[in-house]
């Protein structure tokens, strides 16, 4: 497949993001709807990436820069038809590179439902880190993952 990975645009493409995102787990099971949806990608303290083929935007990746912890992927998301053949892989590796300009750990979450994610976070060099309970929803744990290339100590950030 043949795609660009860039910053969201416009409200267009926050609204194709949102869409993709409510009508997939693990949303659905969440409770996140298309307005709710639609909040967390435009939030401007964010930065909304998204892969763009000539069709539209295939899937997207929301970072979140700021805070005690930056460096942390907030969704990640591949339309349903364009799964299993890499995109996903791609969309975050790009985060690995923006973060590491600035951070030397990525981390994310991924829902205790979710064994598939899971399984492409550890194969992509991802470490568990901890069991978040009952986070987002009762009933649902989310799991803390972090990739890192080495402490804040020695860690040079780049221009
Ligand atoms: C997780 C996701 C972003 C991966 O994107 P992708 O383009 O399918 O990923 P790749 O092709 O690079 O890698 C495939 C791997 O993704 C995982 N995967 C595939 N389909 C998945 C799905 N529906 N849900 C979760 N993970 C999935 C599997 O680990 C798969 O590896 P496998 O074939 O060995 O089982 C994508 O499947 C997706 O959008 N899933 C739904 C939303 C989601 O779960 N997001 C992550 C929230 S933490």
């Not at 860039?6 to 709807?33: K, N, V």
């Not at 949806?37 to 939030?43: E, G, M, R």
């Amino acid at each position: 497949m043949n795609f660009t990975i860039e910053l969201a645009r416009d409200a267009a493409d926050r609204e194709a993001c949102a869409r993709m995102m409510s009508e997939s787990d693990p949303w659905i099971t969440l409770g996140r709807d298309f307005a709710r949806c639609l909040t967390a990608v435009s939030d401007s303290s964010r930065e909304l990436y998204v892969a763009r083929t000539g069709d539209g935007v295939a899937g997207f990746i929301l970072l979140t820069m700021k805070g005690q912890f930056p460096g942390y992927i907030t969704s990640v998301c591949v339309a349903a038809s364009a799964r299993s053949s890499g995109l996903g892989t791609q969309l975050v590796a790009f985060a690995e590179r923006r973060i590491h300009r600035e951070s030397p750990n990525v981390f994310l979450c991924v829902s205790s439902f979710n064994p598939g994610a899971r399984r492409l976070y550890e194969r992509l060099g991802f470490e568990f880190v901890g069991t978040l309970k009952d986070f987002l929803v009762k009933g649902y744990d989310e799991l803390l993952f972090r990739k890192t290339i080495g402490p804040w100590s020695t860690f040079k950030p780049q221009p």
